[in-house]
């Protein structure tokens, strides 16, 4: 229903398909075959207990872990395919962490176009144009020329979702993006990824809020102990969860 106001405005919105993904840290088995497809313009919340492996998996898709065993493709690529390209696959995924990770040195405008014009090869002028575009998506046009430490934390992570939106991502990744955020700023956070989700945004999110996940995704998907243990129609998995661990799990939540 949601996606038939959508204006699709991503640029090529990715699948990913997810097949028996296996890591581990030495002796302990963190994600134990994990399936999971997801379409593209779709948004999917991973919730579930701490160290269920919820941000490992997320990694994972963008190569910053290599899992054992199992298959990631993201459109028609095989990301886990030995030969990848890791920077191509890279460049296609924009990742936002619960930490915003800005360059603390640049300005906010530098920190939107110093990855364009290296890994991108933008002009200066090309990636400036991006960079206030982005800004101005989220809010934040007039703060351009400001320093990091000058912006609340709220705004901190609306940059980074600038900065990552910056490079055309065919799939966003979110691990936990208002966790470490004054409630008050939370809120607008959320509102900024609501609009990219009905803009056609493939996105995997992996949150905490309840009430995002039951409005915006249009699956979400109960990890814990390294494995799917419940996914549906996110008002069944939140609104009537079919396994104890769901229900334990959001009666702490919710
Ligand atoms: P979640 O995001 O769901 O809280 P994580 O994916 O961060 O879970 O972690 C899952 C498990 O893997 C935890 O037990 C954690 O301690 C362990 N783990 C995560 N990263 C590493 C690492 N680099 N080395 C060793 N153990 C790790
Ligand atoms: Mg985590």
Redesign the pocket.
């Known amino acids: 229903m949601k996606k038939s106001t959508a204006t699709a405005t991503a640029a090529h919105p990715a699948s990913v398909t997810i097949d028996g993904l296996h890591k581990s ?1 030495g002796s ?1 088995d ?1 994600l134990k075959g994990i399936s999971l497809d997801v379409q593209p313009g779709e948004v999917v919340c991973l919730i ?1 207990p ?7 998996l997320l990694r994972c898709v963008n190569l910053l872990e290599t899992p054992q065993r199992g298959r990631i493709q993201i459109g028609d690529v095989e990301v886990t395919d030995p030969d990848v390209d890791i920077d191509a696959v890279r460049r296609r995924v924009g990742m936002v962490f619960q930490q915003f990770n800005l360059f603390p040195n640049m300005s906010v405008l530098k920190n939107l176009t110093v990855a364009q014009r290296k890994v991108l090869g933008r002009s200066e002028s090309a990636a400036r144009q991006t960079a206030l575009h982005n800004l101005e998506r989220v809010g934040l046009a007039d703060k351009a020329d400001s320093a990091p430490a000058q912006l609340s934390g709220g705004q901190q992570q609306r940059v980074a979702i600038a900065r990552a939106l910056s490079m055309d991502p065919e799939l966003m990744l979110f691990d936990e993006p208002t966790s470490a955020l004054d409630p008050e700023t939370v809120g607008d956070v959320l509102s900024i990824m609501r609009d990219l989700a009905k803009e056609g945004m493939t996105m995997l999110v ?1 949150t905490h809020e309840m009430a995002f996940a039951r409005d915006v995704a249009d699956r979400v998907v109960f990890m814990d102990g390294g494995v799917v243990v419940e996914e549906g129609l996110a008002r069944d998995v939140i609104g009537a969860p079919q396994h104890q661990r769901t229900q334990t799990f959001l009666s702490r939540v919710l």
Not at 50 to 56: A, D, L, R
Request: net charge positive.
């Open positions: 840290y302990l963190v579930g701490s160290g269920s492996g919820k941000s490992t992996v």
